[in-house]
């Protein structure tokens, strides 16, 4: 799987939009971009994912560029809950193949009021 | 639809005793992942079961951890001899299929001391 590369920390406004970027330089043809999150002390919530197109759900946007080199999740209206570290996975997903997850080290979003 | 869960949520061992952690995975979901996350330290993979099947445990400690997910009933992580080292908080995940999309959920974790 491609390594990525997040900033350690960032912080938001309440109410301002939360934009968190990840590189992935080395990104493959067959290799999603996943997001997931860590509320202090539970476990990670899967946020979003997506292979070229930009994806939106109910919890946030995912923009991938087009060479797929970068993405950014955009948390369009922050609350003070969604401080949380943000962890941006690149993984191969292959058909018949279920594989772990590798996390790194990803961004400590802080929402301050 | 119920969530991942995991219980106990926190566990007390003294050095030397067993430690069992349970996860039930989401309904519909066949797989499932431990994770470790050591204090202050990121997610770690640890083990990855099928029904009755270990598909892939290259994140598991040699020696005294072990899992299962029988054909009935929830997946189990044993640890044998506990030491102080195994204090962490240990996470599982479920996904419903291998499909190309295929998405894991976790639990809440469970969060073992040991004394």
């Known amino acids: 799987d491609a390594k990525t590369t997040q900033p350690t920390s960032m912080d938001c406004a309440e109410g301002r939009a939360a934009n968190l970027p990840c590189n992935h330089s080395?990104?493959?043809?067959?290799?999603?971009v996943y997001w997931y999150r860590q509320i202090h002390s539970q476990g990670p919530q899967y946020i979003i994912h997506?292979?070229?197109n930009n994806e939106t759900n109910e919890m946030a946007s995912l923009i991938i560029t087009e060479d797929r080199k970068s993405s950014t999740l955009i948390l369009p209206h922050a609350t003070l809950r969604d401080t949380a570290v943000y962890y941006c996975?690149?993984?191969?997903?292959?058909?018949?193949?279920?594989?772990?997850?590798?996390f790194g080290s990803g961004t400590q979003l802080t929402v301050l009021p | 639809n119920a969530g991942v869960m995991q219980n106990p949520r926190h566990l007390v061992r003294r050095r030397g005793q067993e430690a069992r952690l349970r996860c039930s995975p989401m309904?519909?979901?066949?797989?499932v992942y431990w994770y470790r996350q050591l204090p202050e330290e990121g997610l770690k993979f640890m083990v990855y079961?099928?029904?009755?099947?270990?598909?892939?445990e290259s994140g598991m400690p040699k020696e005294r951890f072990s899992a299962e997910f029988p054909k009935e009933g929830p997946s189990i992580l044993r640890i044998q001899q506990v030491v102080r080292g195994d204090s962490a908080a240990y996470f599982c995940?479920?996904?419903?299929?291998?499909?190309?999309?295929?998405?894991?959920?976790f639990g809440p974790g469970t969060r073992l001391l040991v004394l």
């Open positions: 995940a479920s996904s419903p299929s291998e499909g190309r999309r295929e998405t894991q959920y």
């Open positions: 080395t990104i493959s043809g067959n290799e999603y």
């Open positions: 997506g292979l070229k």
């Open positions: 996975i690149v993984r191969v997903a292959l058909v018949g193949s279920a594989r772990q997850l590798t």
């Open positions: 309904k519909g979901h066949s797989h």
């Open positions: 079961l099928q029904k009755e099947n270990i598909i892939d």
